[in-house]
């Protein structure tokens, strides 16, 4: 079937010589759905607020404190004094 020249343009095609399944139809669809929902999530983001550049520099940085160590935070305000 592969390679297969389209003969009818937009003329209706008969039964016999119609080819594909309600599967092929699904993927085409969903991966046209997922598209449109990526650009919408982006453009979200850039309306509530978000910022590429400072969201890459948050995800890099290493946290000023942690939950699984407070003696750390302890030890620092102690050095202030």
Same mark, same amino acid.
């Given at each position: 079937?592969?390679?297969?020249?389209?003969?009818?343009?937009?003329?209706?095609?008969?039964?016999?010589? =119609? &080819?594909?399944?309600?599967?092929?139809?699904?993927? +085409?669809?969903?991966g046209a759905? +997922?598209?449109? /929902?990526a650009?919408? /999530?982006g453009?979200? /983001?850039?309306v509530?607020?978000?910022?590429?550049? =400072?969201? =890459? &520099?948050?995800? /890099?940085?290493?946290?000023?404190?942690?939950?699984?160590?407070?003696?750390?935070?302890?030890?620092?305000?102690s050095?202030?004094?």
């Open positions: 079937m592969a390679g297969l020249v389209e003969l009818r343009s937009i003329d209706v095609a008969p039964d016999e010589e =119609r &080819h594909g399944t309600a599967f092929s139809q699904f993927t +085409l669809r969903l759905d +997922l598209q449109i /929902t650009v919408v /999530t453009a979200l /983001t850039v509530f607020g978000g910022d590429a550049v =400072r969201s =890459r &520099h948050f995800a /890099t940085r290493a946290p000023e404190r942690t939950a699984l160590a407070p003696d750390a935070d302890q030890e620092a305000v050095r202030q004094r």
